[in-house]
């Protein structure tokens, strides 16, 4: 069966210093991947997506994510982090089930 | 462009009661679903529809029922509303399930509780 995996439930930052978000997958198949954001009292927003073309996926705001086969992977990365970040994160699978998010803080 | 309308954003519910969460789309996306999203729990899929006349059950229908009469609108109705079906409710649409084209426009929400 194909499923997503977060790591973390909670991850807390500072302003200025990296973030990782953790995400693996499981899946007979190459799959495509997802990572969506959710800001306080909102509904969720694609921050990027992997769908077989490049590894090193580009999204908006800064945030990026790599698709690791050999890892079963596709953490989601941003060099420095900033207070507008603070939201949950949300990876999703290409047959639209979700992982249980993570919730980002960022203190200053 | 609107994108995926949800009401009502609010809703208090006695127990045994029913009622219809609203969901309309203008974007003529094929597909529309229905999660609803518990703490901790992350979004759980209730119900999916592939186009008009289609739906079909997600990880957690028990308690819920949909349909599909027209590619605009997907109405989720609670029958006998239960404590248990308290949450926040996601209507969501896109154009197809497509490897890449399956990317979720979501609604804002309808936060449902029921005493």
């Known amino acids: 069966a194909q499923s997503v995996t977060q790591l973390d439930s909670h991850v807390s930052v500072s302003e200025g210093t990296p973030v990782l978000l953790r995400c693996n997958y499981s899946s007979s198949y190459s799959p495509s991947l997802f990572w969506y954001v959710q800001h306080p009292n909102k509904g969720l927003q694609l921050l990027l997506k992997y769908t077989s073309a490049a590894t090193l996926v580009k999204g908006i705001n800064g945030f990026e994510a790599e698709f690791k086969k050999s890892e079963t992977s596709f953490h989601l990365t941003k060099p420095s982090a900033h207070m507008s970040d603070a939201a949950e994160y949300f990876c999703a699978f290409n047959d639209m089930r979700f992982g249980a998010g993570t919730r980002l803080t960022v203190k200053p | 462009n609107a994108g995926v309308t949800q009401t009502p954003k609010f809703r208090i519910l006695k127990i045994g009661q029913s009622m219809t969460l609203q969901c309309t789309q203008d974007m003529n996306h094929n597909y529309m679903y229905w999660y609803r999203q518990d703490p901790g729990m992350g979004l759980k899929l209730i119900y999916y529809?592939?186009?008009?006349?289609?739906?079909d059950k997600g990880e957690v229908p028990n308690g819920y029922n949909v349909s599909r009469s027209t590619t605009e609108d997907f109405p989720l109705r609670l029958e006998l509303a239960a404590p248990s079906q308290t949450s926040v409710y996601f209507c969501a649409s896109s154009y197809s399930a497509g490897t890449g084209a399956n990317v979720l426009t979501f609604g804002a929400g309808s936060r449902l509780t029921v005493l």
């Open positions: 529809s592939v186009g008009a006349g289609i739906t």
